[in-house]
């Protein structure tokens, strides 16, 4: 059975990625893509400019731009790329409408009735969905996967809860895709770092406390440790990589690191990776170039586990607009054909 899916945003960088990844997708077909006003009846292969990849895919070249309107919409599954500002007025009207919306915005994925989930960390979570629905008077929902800095260093500290954290500190260098397009001009990155990008350091230091919170009753508890980020854009196309500092509440070996990563296992959905967590044991990995299609891009990668004065310190890259953004949203949509949620 194919589940007709609805892309929201898809001329942007995300979006793209979306009709992308959706080709010949063994659960979802695309049926509709929506757009900007501007867009409306015009064939996505003639608007769109294409970044991420060699060319459109096939099915996508004429189908005609939708507007972002439920009533205009025939779909059992809605993925969202739009960003934030407009997702925040577009999400609500598909969900009230009876839509489920897998959103990669940043909209909603804070409020306490929405869960935020990684579908190997945080399944449980999607139980949210009644309370959400129950107390919106809904007959949709939203639910939402986290940043694309949160995700990576978020899915290795999962199987490492187990020894009890005490704090986290992580310091990032993303990519440029993560930006959008156009993204950071040229003359600001070319032989440059810039060691500031608006609003990411909040995302990174309380998403992570939710995703990785319990579901109690009607609401998430949220994981009490401490959580410091500082996130920097370097001149790399794709891949966010992460330094990792983890403190644990009893003295724990880096074999003990390893193993517990090595636990975390994938699920039963087309878009999951054969291994969540590769570990590279190379001193110089992982690496953007080298690294960043592991597991098609929905594999993060790990690499220089070492001890350090307060625990445990490491490297972890992933692909960003993929596992940290449309394949992310991907999976949430699988997550919850499996539940029988849509």
Known sequence: MHYKVCVLGATGMVGQKF???????PWFRVTTLAASER???????????????QNIPNYAKDIEM????????????????????????????????????SSNASAFRMHEDVPLVIPEVNPDHIALIEVQKRKRGWDGFIITNPNCTS?????????????????????????????????????????NVIPFIKGEEEKCESEPLKILGKFVGDKIEFAKFKLSASCHRVPVLDGHL??????????????????????????DLPSSPKEVIVIREELDRPQPRLDRDAGKGMSVVVGRVRRDAWGI??????????????????????????????
Do not use: C
């Not at 867009?39 to 990849?53: A, D, F, N, Q, T």
């Not at 500290?157 to 959008?180: C, D, N, T």
């Open 242 to 267: 992460e330094a990792v500092w983890v403190e644990f509440e009893k003295d724990v070996s880096v074999e003990d690191v390893k193993e517990k990563f090595r636990s975390l296992k994938p699920l």
């Open 313 to 342: 310190k490491y490297m972890v890259l992933g692909h960003n607009t993929i596992r940290g953004a449309a394949g992310a949203s991907i999976l949430n949509g699988e997550l919850l054909v499996k539940e029988k949620m849509i």
């Open 151 to 191: 995700t990576m260093f978020t899915i290795t500290l999962k199987p490492l809860m187990e020894f009890g954290i005490k704090s986290v500190r992580i310091a990032s260098m993303q990519a440029l895709s993560g930006a959008g397009y156009p993204g950071v001009p040229s003359l600001a990155i070319t032989d």
């Open 66 to 101: 939708a507007p972002l309107d439920p009533k205009q919409i025939d779909a059992d599954l809605v993925f969202s790329a739009l960003p934030a500002e407009i997702a925040r007025e577009v999400e609500p009207k598909f969900a009230e409408a009876g839509f489920a919306v």
């Open 19 to 25: 009709v992308q990844l959706l080709e010949g997708h």
């Open 39 to 53: 867009r409306i009846g015009k064939k996505y292969g003639s608007e769109v400019e294409w970044i991420v990849s």
